[in-house]
């Protein structure tokens, strides 16, 4: 599985509406249902997963947008979780949606690391943090941008004609 999301991106992969159970985030659609877009009968299993990677990493990517508008420029993405332990090369489809170094802490529980470091600042401003273990950083690799950009506005085009409300366009 790695070495597909490693290899260079192919057009003929069909996009996706990754709404398995909804839509959680940008427009919070409930029933949003996934829909696959592009599939033929040259479609195989592997395009159809790689599809689906690059289509909820296009939804990170406008997840970071909503982002950038409030709080401006991203300085690193911090990424963890199980599917980062066990399929690292997510990681890479994320840092070229979003052309930019994805970092994986690699440690239990590291959802709680904020709650700590938050507590911390007020029970012990002074005491030095320990810095989380991270893994390997994935790099964008800059000749996919064009490809990823397309994607997001192929996403984005299918987004508006069958999940948006009219009040969301």
Same mark, same amino acid.
């Given at each position: ?5 490693l =290899?260079r991106p192919?057009p ?7 709404f ?7 427009g #919070? @659609? @409930?029933?949003a249902?996934a829909?696959f877009?592009g599939v033929?009968a040259?479609?195989?299993?592997a395009?159809?997963i ?8 296009v939804?990170y990517?406008r +997840?970071?947008?909503h982002l $950038? ?6 300085k690193?993405?911090v990424a963890?979780g199980?599917?980062?332990? %066990?399929?690292? @090369?997510?990681?890479?489809? +994320?840092a070229d949606?979003l052309?930019?170094?994805v970092?994986p802490v690699?440690m239990?529980?590291?959802t ?8 911390l600042?007020?029970? =012990?401003?002074?005491v030095a943090?320990a810095?989380?273990?991270v893994?390997?950083?994935r #790099?964008?690799?800059k000749?996919r ?5 397309a ?5 984005? $085009? $299918? ?8 009040? %969301?366009?």
């Amino acid at each position: 599985m790695n070495e597909l999301l490693l =290899a260079r991106p192919e057009p003929a992969t069909p996009l996706v509406l990754p709404f398995f159970s909804g839509e959680r985030s940008t427009g #919070w @659609a @409930a029933d949003a249902r996934a829909i696959f877009f592009g599939v033929s009968a040259a479609t195989t299993p592997a395009m159809l997963i790689r599809g689906t990677v690059e289509s909820v990493a296009v939804s990170y990517a406008r +997840i970071a947008e909503h982002l $950038h508008d409030v709080a401006g420029e991203t300085k690193q993405i911090v990424a963890s979780g199980r599917v980062t332990q %066990d399929l690292p @090369a997510v990681l890479q489809v +994320i840092a070229d949606v979003l052309q930019t170094q994805v970092i994986p802490v690699i440690m239990k529980r590291v959802t709680l690391r904020g709650t700590a470091l938050i507590s911390l600042d007020v029970l =012990a401003p002074n005491v030095a943090r320990a810095e989380p273990v991270v893994g390997e950083t994935r #790099w964008p690799i800059k000749d996919r941008a064009a490809y990823y950009s397309a994607r997001k506005q192929q996403f984005q $085009h $299918h987004y508006e004609a069958v999940v948006a409300t009219p009040t %969301d366009r």
